[in-house]
């Protein structure tokens, strides 16, 4: 029996480190083509701040008015919301808006709000919609978030 604990310990502890598979959720023509995309740290941690690194290529410049949007669901019910300054999350990083389309990676750190539910899988899409209203990207997986030590 304590065998089989143990395995099953194990292999918590590897979901627990694996970074999890992004896709693509957008509807329709986006304003950014995404390479990759990725969080870190992960698993999500409670009230401490998270970053998204996209890589890939702008076909328009990232203006004033930009909107990062985070929605979490589970078994279909919205359990997190979100929303940011896009410009505001990049300047926090160095960058000014207009970003220019030579720019070919963006990391934007969020804090993860103490209502995120914890040890749950959690459908999240994260959505950025520049100025001018066109979709920039959107990604989608499945996270979970628990409570870290500060």
């Not at 930009?66 to 940011?84: F, P, W």
């Not at 750190?109 to 103490?114: I, N, R």
Request: glycine share 6%; net charge negative; aromatic share 6%.
């Amino acid at each position: 029996m304590k065998f089989f604990a143990a395995i099953a310990a194990l292999a918590v502890a590897a979901v627990a480190n694996a970074q999890v598979t992004w896709s693509n959720c957008a509807t329709g023509a986006t304003d950014l083509t995404i390479n990759s995309f990725s969080i870190a740290p992960y698993p999500l941690c409670v009230s401490q701040n998270v970053c998204a690194t996209g890589t890939g290529q702008l076909s328009t410049p990232v203006i004033e008015g930009a909107q990062l949007s985070i929605i979490g669901r589970y078994l279909n019910k919205i359990v997190y919301t979100d929303s940011e300054d896009l410009c505001s999350l990049l300047a926090a990083q160095g960058f000014t808006c207009p970003i220019p389309v030579t720019m070919t990676s963006i990391t934007a750190c969020v804090l993860v709000k103490s209502t995120a539910p914890v040890g749950i899988p959690v459908n999240l899409q994260v959505q950025a919609t520049n100025g001018n209203g066109h979709v920039l990207f959107c990604q989608a997986a499945v996270v979970e978030a628990q409570n870290c030590p500060s």
